[in-house]
């Protein structure tokens, strides 16, 4: 599996900075994919983490908090719960029609806050994408959204540091990964903090 740097990445930056309107304690309701029987992602995070592990900048992710970010709908404290059903049952309705859906990862890409697996834009994935932002606007009000970049984080910087040596003893272990990995994730509406350095939720509905 290949490895992508960012073009001109000269210096990482700390990830875990807050973002408005999040703090210690406080939760968002979310969607994410997540990777209980996503065994190949499973072991190639395993694989990667004693390399990461060298590193003091570098945050590996835990396997069992492996996930790829979907869409929002606000933080717990704002979200009234009917409308958060009326979210659920339309989203996972969507869900259960899909037929298999798999994603596939292509390469390993090192960015200015972490080092990531990039997943394909399947068909599948985006329309589930844009079904979540169709209903969570629909009941919850209009917003903005940005692009959706489909990726699992395999690690978070936690500060500066110059990132050719990473990439260099992440290069041995990714040669031995296949160019496509392709796995089956679950669809989970949780409820996200971030209090310590890591990303962990409570599983509100899964499938």
């Not at 740097?5 to 969607?31: D, I, K, N």
């Not at 908090?65 to 659920?88: C, K, Q, S, Y």
């Not at 990132?163 to 160019?179: C, I, Q, S």
């Given at each position: 599996?290949?490895?992508?740097?960012?073009?001109?990445?000269?210096?990482?930056?700390?990830?875990?900075?807050?973002?408005?309107?999040?703090?210690?304690?406080?939760?968002?309701?979310?969607?994410?994919?997540?990777?209980?029987?996503?065994?190949?992602?499973?072991?190639?995070?395993?694989?990667?983490?004693?390399?990461?592990?060298?590193?003091?900048?570098?945050?590996?992710?835990?396997?069992?908090?492996?996930?790829?970010?979907?869409?929002?709908?606000?933080?717990?404290?704002?979200?009234?719960?009917?409308?958060?059903?009326?979210?659920?049952?339309?989203?996972?309705a969507l869900w259960s029609s899909l037929d298999?859906?798999?994603?596939?990862?292509?390469?390993?890409?090192?960015?200015?806050?972490?080092?990531?697996?990039?997943?394909?834009?399947?068909?599948?994935?985006?329309?589930?994408?844009?079904?979540q932002r169709a209903v969570i606007d629909r009941?919850?009000?209009?917003?903005?959204?940005?692009?959706?970049?489909?990726?699992?984080?395999?690690?978070?910087?936690?500060?500066?540091?110059?990132?050719?040596?990473?990439?260099?003893?992440?290069?041995?272990?990714?040669?031995?990964?296949?160019?496509?990995?392709?796995?089956?994730?679950?669809?989970?509406?949780?409820?996200?903090?971030?209090?310590?350095?890591?990303?962990?939720?409570?599983?509100?509905?899964?499938?």
């Amino acid at each position: 599996m290949r490895i992508d740097t960012a073009p001109e990445l000269g210096r990482t930056r700390s990830h875990w900075y807050w973002r408005p309107g999040w703090a210690p304690g406080r939760r968002m309701c979310t969607f994410h994919l997540t990777m209980e029987r996503a065994d190949a992602v499973r072991g190639l995070a395993r694989s990667v983490r004693p390399v990461l592990e060298r590193f003091e900048c570098v945050d590996p992710v835990p396997e069992s908090w492996l996930h790829l970010t979907m869409n929002g709908l606000g933080f717990a404290d704002e979200v009234p719960d009917d409308r958060l059903e009326a979210i659920a049952d339309e989203v996972f309705a969507l869900w259960s029609s899909l037929d298999d859906p798999v994603l596939r990862f292509t390469h390993l890409f090192v960015g200015l806050e972490g080092a990531m697996l990039v997943a394909e834009r399947s068909d599948w994935l985006m329309a589930l994408a844009r079904a979540q932002r169709a209903v969570i606007d629909r009941l919850l009000g209009p917003r903005e959204w940005g692009d959706f970049w489909p990726h699992v984080s395999l690690c978070y910087f936690n500060g500066p540091m110059d990132p050719g040596p990473l990439v260099g003893a992440l290069a041995p272990v990714l040669d031995a990964v296949p160019d496509g990995v392709d796995v089956a994730p679950a669809l989970t509406l949780m409820r996200l903090g971030r209090d310590e350095r890591v990303y962990t939720w409570e599983v509100l509905r899964r499938v």
